[in-house]
């Protein structure tokens, strides 16, 4: 990560490719690992990768169509291409923006412009802290060993590893929906993100509870 405040400001892109794949969210200090499969999206990231910094953009769509004015921009990691000619790549979130909507309308090379003011915090969000850490760590135990019978992990890993690989875990596990997207994606600090996956994650395990004592 960016150390140095002016350093991290300078080196914020004026633009941005932006990869229009539904579903797909990146929030700051996250990482996530994507399939790129499309001709179209196979393109986009050879041209990313030509650029050193190979940075993109990453918006939370549905249809194509954003759901928010609010994307995050994210570094390449790590890059490998499979056999049958698909890409994976693992992005590490860096810092949201808001789209400048005046230059979002034509969108045929997917690149964006981005305004990145209000959201230069991001980049020293490592330095924050859950400040509800304790019910996270909880939340995610039941969560995981009732609701996701396959993905059972222990408690003591829970409790071990750092809020922001936290945050990486649930936003590349859980399941939400396009409302859960752009309150994550708007959120205002990793308290208020740990939060919102405590109530995503407490809805489907009472969901899971109500449908077994129902079997039962």
């Given at each position: 990560?960016?150390?140095d ?7 914020l892109?004026s633009?941005l490719?932006y990869l229009?794949m539904d579903?797909?969210?990146?929030l700051p200090?996250g990482?996530r690992?994507i399939t790129?499969?499309e ?14 910094a190979r940075?993109l953009?990453?918006?939370p ?14 570094k390449i ?9 698909k890409?994976?790549?693992t ?5 949201r923006f808001h789209?400048?909507?005046l ?10 412009v ?6 230069l915090d991001?980049?020293?969000l ?13 939340m995610?135990?039941d969560y995981?060993n009732?609701y996701?019978d396959?993905?059972?992990i222990e ?9 922001t690989?936290?945050?990486?875990l649930?936003?590349?596990?859980l399941?939400?929906d396009t409302n859960?997207?752009e309150?994550l994606i708007?959120?205002?600090n ?8 405590q109530n995503i994650?407490a809805?489907q ?5 109500s ?6």
């Open positions: 990560m960016f150390k405040f002016s350093f991290k400001k300078s080196k892109p633009n490719l229009d579903g797909l969210l990146l200090t990482e690992t790129i499969s001709p179209k999206h196979l393109n986009l990231i050879d041209k990313i990768m030509q650029n050193p940075i953009a990453i918006i769509m549905y249809r194509k169509k954003f759901i928010s004015d609010i994307g995050c921009a994210g990691i790590s890059f490998a291409e499979h056999d049958d000619g890409y994976v790549i992005v590490l979130g860096l810092c789209i400048d909507i230059t979002s309308q034509d969108n045929m090379d997917n690149k964006i981005p305004i990145w003011y209000e959201f991001d980049l020293d490592t330095t924050q802290k859950i400040d509800n850490r304790n019910d996270l760590n909880n995610v135990f995981f009732l996701r396959t993905d059972t408690f003591a890993g829970i409790q071990q590893i750092s809020d690989q936290m945050i990486s649930l936003s590349s596990k399941d939400y859960n997207q309150q708007k959120a205002k990793l308290t208020d993100i740990s939060e919102i996956f994650m809805v395990v009472a969901e899971y509870e449908k077994v004592s129902v079997k039962h």
